[in-house]
């Protein structure tokens, strides 16, 4: 075999070790291109469509494996029922993470579109039941005036424990006198979701309601008038009380069927535009009484103008004074 001279052996070495090199070289870039080849960590994936039926957006909506807390965290609100709203994937990295989670552990697309669906799922009875329940607590007006109705009402979460678990109603949330919000909690040993529960209420009260049709700044009389069991927006705001109507006058014209509140009717003026009247002029002990012209409607203890009558001996255009109504006929100045 014949001998290798000093360059060759050289040679020889270095094409090992530059082996050795390459191989080493070729594992640094396949770790920074496959960062997962450090941890194998199987990712929760996340939809790139989905639906839900209450009013919040949670991870495990879109993500139907993230459970506990990671599941629990809330994304945002839902849109409108029928409608949809896209969340982006930098939006759900941000709300994982201040929820306290890595988002590193959620496979994402650039969006996600979640579509709001309306009306009752399966299996929500214990739901409505225990939100039905908090909400005629929470009522100012009589319960036997309330309907409450289910309008969005998600399914009964699921748990990997087996058992029924206990479901309680936090206080309800009264958007308006038509729509409560119930957040429901839903155990079953160390596990928890929550969900919100929307009803619909129809609130029913006997109420003061046009019997026939009543022309602007018509006088409302007995038979102007009746009471009926109508839907209201809430028991303040309209008129109990026939006696709160009559006698007073329309604001504007009021169709048949009217449900009548207090920005309905005002008091009625004693004293009418144009009237004659008697003008009480009083200066300290000394007072002068004549005649004149309301030039505005009023109403007893209401200041108005009045139009005195020319005085025959003085020339010139009529004069004009401020007094106080004493009565349908009588207009006091200077008192």
């Known amino acids: 075999m014949p001998r290798l001279n000093r360059q060759d052996a050289r040679n020889a070495r270095f094409g090992k070790r530059g082996f050795k090199y390459s191989l080493s070289y070729l594992g640094v870039l396949g770790v920074l291109a496959f960062p997962s080849l450090l941890n194998a960590a199987p990712r929760i994936t996340v939809r790139t469509e989905a639906s839900v039926a209450g009013r919040t957006v949670r991870l495990r909506d879109i993500a139907p494996f993230a459970n506990g807390t990671l599941g629990d965290v809330t994304l945002g609100a839902a849109a409108l029922p029928g409608r949809s709203c896209k969340i982006t994937a930098g939006e759900i990295r ?16 650039p969006a996600v579109t979640v579509t709001t669906t309306g009306g009752v799922t399966g299996g929500s009875a214990p739901l409505i039941k225990v939100a039905t329940e908090a909400v005629r607590k929470a009522l100012p007006w009589p319960a036997a005036d309330v309907t409450i109705e289910p309008a969005f009402v998600p399914s009964l979460p699921t748990f990997r424990g087996s058992g029924t678990p206990t479901v309680t109603a936090g206080a309800p949330v009264l958007r308006s006198s038509r729509t409560a919000v119930v957040p429901v909690t839903v155990a079953l ?23 026939r049709p009543i022309a602007r700044h018509a006088v409302v009389g007995p038979e102007d008038v009746t009471l009926a069991r109508v839907e209201v927006s809430g028991t303040g705001a309209a008129l109990a009380n026939v006696a ?19 920005s309905d009717i005002e008091e009625a003026p004693v004293l009418l535009a144009n ?8 200066a300290g002990l000394v007072e002068v009484t004549t005649t004149g012209t309301a030039a505005e409607e009023g109403r007893i203890g209401q200041v108005i103008r009045v139009r005195l009558l020319p005085d025959p001996t003085r020339p010139g255009p009529a004069r004009v004074v401020r ?3 004493e009565s349908a006929d ?6």
């Not at 040993?189 to 019997?211: F, N």
């Not at 709160?244 to 207090?262: N, Q, T």
């Not at 009588?330 to 008192?335: L, R």
């Open 94 to 109: 941000l709300r994982v993470r201040a929820a306290g989670h890595n988002p590193n552990a959620l496979s994402l697309p």
């Open 275 to 282: 009237a004659r009247v008697t003008v009480r002029v009083v």
């Open 244 to 262: 709160d109507a009559v006698g007073k006058r329309a604001v504007s014209s009021l169709p048949a069927g009217r449900r009548l509140s207090k």
């Open 323 to 325: 007094g106080r109504v």
């Open 330 to 335: 009588t207009v006091i100045v200077g008192e």
């Open 189 to 211: 040993g160390s596990e928890t979701r929550t969900v919100d529960v929307t009803l619909r209420l129809k609130v029913t009260a006997l109420a003061v309601v046009a019997a």
